[in-house]
C-alpha cells in the first residue's frame, strides 16, 4: 500500500471514463492525494453529493497490459522449471502460473469484488460475526477498473500501538479473526 501513486489527471481521466460523466457530477469532494497506493490500484476519499463518506478505489491505467505481459514470461519459463529445481517436485509450475493467472485476472475485474464484498457480508450476518465489518459497495459505481465503498476509519492491521491507545483489546481481534 506504499507505492507511487498515479498522478492525479490519470485518475480523474480513468474516474469519468468508467463513469461517463464529469468527477465532480458524482463527488462533492474528491482527494488528490491517495490515501494508500499500490501494485493494481490506489485509493481516493471521497464524499457523494449526499454527504456519504466513500473510498474510491481506481485501476491503475496499465496494469491489464503489464499483468498479461508478465503471465506471458511466467507461462514461457515454468515449463522449464520442471524437474530443475527442488521446489518443483512438490508444485507444478505451470500450474502454478495458471492457477496464478486465473487469481490475478479476477483481481483486476473490481466487479466481482463488489460481489465478494457482499458475500462475505452476507455469511458474516448468516454466522452471527459482528467482529469484523465489510465494507459496502455502491453498485451504481462499480465497473471493472472502479469501485467506490464505503468508508470506513480504523487502523492498519498492523498498527498495534495505535489500536492499545484507543483501548483495543489486540489479542481479541486476532482471536475473532
Known amino acids: 500500500d506504499r507505492v507511487t501513486a498515479e498522478g492525479f489527471d490519470h485518475v480523474r481521466e480513468l474516474v469519468e471514463a468508467e463513469l461517463g460523466r464529469p468527477l465532480e ?13 499500490a501494485s493494481i490500484a490506489q485509493v481516493h476519499g471521497a464524499t457523494l453529493h449526499d454527504g456519504t463518506p466513500v473510498v474510491v478505489k481506481v485501476q491503475r491505467p496499465d496494469i ?5 505481459d508478465d503471465l506471458k514470461v511466467m507461462a514461457a519459463i515454468a515449463p522449464l522449471l520442471v524437474g ?4 518443483a517436485a512438490l508444485a507444478n509450475p505451470p500450474a502454478l502460473v495458471e492457477l496464478f493467472a486465473e487469481t490475478i485476472c479476477e483481481e483486476l475485474d473490481f466487479r466481482l469484488e463488489a460481489e465478494n464484498m457482499l458475500d462475505v457480508a452476507r455469511v458474516f450476518a448468516e454466522v452471527g460475526q459482528r ?21 470506513f476509519d480504523g487502523f492498519g492491521f498492523d498498527d498495534v500501538d495505535e489500536m492499545r491507545a484507543a483501548g483495543l483489546d489486540t489479542h481479541e481481534i486476532v482471536r475473532v479473526g
Do not use: C, D, Q, W
Open 25 to 37: 457530477s458524482v463527488f462533492a469532494t474528491f482527494e488528490r492525494t491517495p490515501i494508500a497506493a
Open 64 to 68: 491489464r497490459t503489464k499483468v498479461h
Open 84 to 87: 530443475r529445481i527442488p521446489i
Open 131 to 151: 467482529g469484523y465489518v465489510v465494507p459496502r459497495p455502491h453498485p451504481e459505481l462499480v465497473t471493472r477498473r472502479l469501485l467506490v465503498m464505503e468508508r
